[in-house]
């Protein structure tokens, strides 16, 4: 028993990147920009995350930071494709090659090349009051770091604002069909700047997540693919925020699992056990890809002046 | 003539842009722009040791940028080129290894093949998976990576594991699969006989041949290709496995020519090198070993920088996200 909820307690710390990273594509993705930047964006979030949090002596201006970079990243996405239209991938692929240059330059400029990295304090756990006294239940869900309660609440949120608010449903339209949601008088180029700016903001909060809370320290290419996964996890949760928080469980889960393998020492080989996760990601791709609702314009540009799509 | 003056001449202004801009900054950081420019450009040429170490950067970029700008022809877009080296590698290494008494005739080819053969079935797997089940190949080429570093990291360490080596490293393959010589003294292997082969092979294959025509339709228009009696999925299958076979090609080139063992960690940083030369290339493949010879100068010419000035060589990098932007903006311009 104590084993499954310390595991269970590892796989909700675990999901947050998963989630954060994840639900900033879907934002971008429900108006129709296909972000693929993710995990440029989160190792740059990861990078000067920690270089803000280790300068200031306080994570939650480095997490700021974080996201102020990410939300940059979405600009430039939203301005290149929505305004310059401009091919969604090369644009993303491109944002990717700056994001992990400049994760790798910064460091070496603020800190310069040490043998032992400097470390920032993790995030603290946050025991909530009664709640977290129940027996399992409570620490698995009431002992977290404030961000494995944001990343729950966020999704709560995001699924209220897209399915049960006007306002929601008028970014889903862009989405879908921008030529119609232009003829009813919603202005697409906003809606694709602003969930573009919000979601990269996430992204780079996912990035910063993994020096704060697992290592406390930047080490080059952190991510280990986290960036990739979120999308295979945005398709895995059909674009919508409660599959997404429900299907981060089981990328964790498998995360979680795979690492734990290697603590006790199983029987095969490592190396075998890193594969997993990626694995497991391309199966659960083959069994779910087909059913996956996808936003109908998703990664493509809308020109408002052309006549056809 | 005319055309191609309006080919380079953005590429000039780009170029020019990119070093005044990022030197702006570097200027900031308190480093001497001047001294670090003129390394950045010049190692390459001053020496005939910094000209052969760009050519044997130029090798694995060109082939790498290749096999992302190939199957980019079609329209489909190749992260994996990272893992399909390594793959390659890791099979040459192993047919080097296992076979070490073969005579050069026989072993070098199977070598080569056999990196060649192993990268174009991790170009398959994600090839079969968009073919079969529609999934995108940008996810599955990227995971595939992934799984090769661990893959690596099991050969590296296995019972072929040089012990006396500190890092991950293979016993080396026999004498017989190494590539020959050009240059004894510093070291230049052939490769780069193959590597410019393979580049010219596949201009004049998308530019001047049947298939490769059906490949260039496919990317510009899939729906009118198909209208045409072009198989566009197919085409897909076949631009993922060609730049398979490239990159490959790149891993068994790093074995039997620059390592002659396998070594973790040998794919560098390639990868995200050859995605920006391809897209700095537009997705052109005639430019691709231009841009390709132009980044190994840079990178060569970083490294020199950090060991004499002692400035980071990733400094370097802000020139070349730079070019990239003004290339792709001087794009948005031509449109206009």
Not at chain 2, 15 to 39: C, E, K, L, P
């Amino acid at each position: 028993m104590e084993t499954l909820v310390t595991f269970l307690r590892l796989v909700l710390l675990s999901m947050v990147p998963f989630v954060l990273a994840s639900q900033g594509t879907m934002l971008g993705g429900r108006t129709g920009i296909f972000n693929v930047a993710q995990e440029g964006i989160m190792l740059l979030g990861a990078s000067l995350g920690f270089l803000v949090s280790y300068q200031v002596g306080n994570n939650f201006v480095g997490m700021l930071a974080a996201m102020a970079a990410g939300a940059l990243f979405g600009l430039l996405l939203a301005y290149f494709t929505t305004t310059l239209k401009m091919n969604q991938f090369v644009i993303g692929l491109s944002l990717f090659f700056i994001g992990v240059g400049l994760s790798t330059l910064l460091p070496k400029l603020v800190i310069g090349i040490t043998l032992s990295p400097p470390l920032i304090p993790t995030l603290p756990e946050v025991s909530i009051p009664v709640l977290s006294q129940i027996p399992l239940l409570g620490p698995i869900l009431f002992r977290q770091n404030g961000l494995v309660y944001f990343s729950i609440f966020l999704s709560l949120v995001l699924w209220y604002f897209l399915y049960r608010t006007q306002r929601g449903l008028e970014l889903r339209a862009v989405g879908e069909n921008p030529m119609a949601a232009d003829s009813l008088g919603i202005n697409t180029v906003r809606a694709r700047y602003w969930t573009a700016i919000a979601g990269g903001a996430l992204i780079g909060l996912a990035g910063a997540y993994l020096p704060m809370v697992y290592t406390g320290t930047f080490t080059e290419a952190m991510t280990r693919g986290r960036g990739w996964l979120a999308i295979a996890l945005t398709f895995f949760g059909g674009w919508s925020p409660l599959t997404i928080l429900t299907g981060s469980l089981f990328f964790a889960g498998v995360e979680v699992l795979a690492f734990r393998a290697q603590v006790i020492g199983l029987a095969v080989p490592y190396q075998y056990l890193l594969m997993v996760p990626y694995l497991a990601t391309i199966l659960i791709m083959i069994l779910t890809f087909r059913k996956a609702r996808v936003p109908a314009f998703l990664g493509q540009n809308y020109d408002r002046e052309k006549r056809n799509l | 003539m005319k055309t191609l003056g309006r080919t380079i001449l953005p590429y000039l202004i780009a170029i020019a842009a990119s070093f005044a801009a990022a030197g702006i900054f570097i200027a900031a950081m308190g480093f001497d722009v001047g001294r670090a420019y003129q390394t950045i450009l010049l190692t390459s040429f001053r020496t005939p040791n910094g000209f052969i170490q760009t050519l044997l950067k130029f090798i694995p970029l060109t082939l790498q940028a290749l096999a992302f700008t190939v199957p980019l022809t079609a329209g489909k877009f190749n992260i994996g080129g990272e893992g399909q080296m390594i793959v390659g590698g890791i099979a040459a290494a192993a047919v080097g290894i296992t076979f070490s008494d073969l005579p050069p005739v026989i072993l070098l080819p199977l070598v080569i093949l056999a990196g060649v053969i192993a990268g174009a079935f991790w170009g398959l797997v994600p090839a079969w998976l968009l073919y079969r089940f529609g999934l995108n190949e940008i996810l599955t080429t990227v995971l595939l990576n992934f799984v090769s570093f661990a893959l690596i990291d099991l050969v590296a360490t296995g019972p072929w594991r040089d012990t006396t080596a500190g890092h991950p490293t293979t016993i080396p393959i026999g004498q017989g699969g190494w590539l020959p010589m050009l240059v004894s003294n510093p070291p230049l292997h052939s490769g780069i006989i193959l590597a410019v082969l393979v580049a010219a092979g596949i201009y004049v294959y998308t530019s001047r041949t049947t298939g490769g025509y059906e490949l260039v339709a496919t990317g510009a228009n899939p729906r009118a290709a198909e209208v045409f009696g072009i198989n566009v999925k197919r085409m897909f299958v076949f631009s993922l496995v060609l730049a398979g076979a490239l990159a490959g090609l790149a891993g068994s080139i790093e074995v039997a020519g620059v390592h002659r063992r396998l070594i973790e960690g040998m794919q560098s940083n390639f990868l995200v090198l050859g995605l920006i030369i391809g897209l700095i290339a537009r997705g052109n493949n005639l430019a691709v070993p231009f841009v390709a010879f132009f980044i190994a100068v840079l990178e060569v010419g970083a490294s020199a920088m950090q060991r004499t000035l002692m400035i980071p060589v990733e400094m370097v990098f802000i020139v070349e996200a730079l070019v990239l932007l003004f290339v792709l903006l001087s794009d948005v311009v031509r449109r206009r």
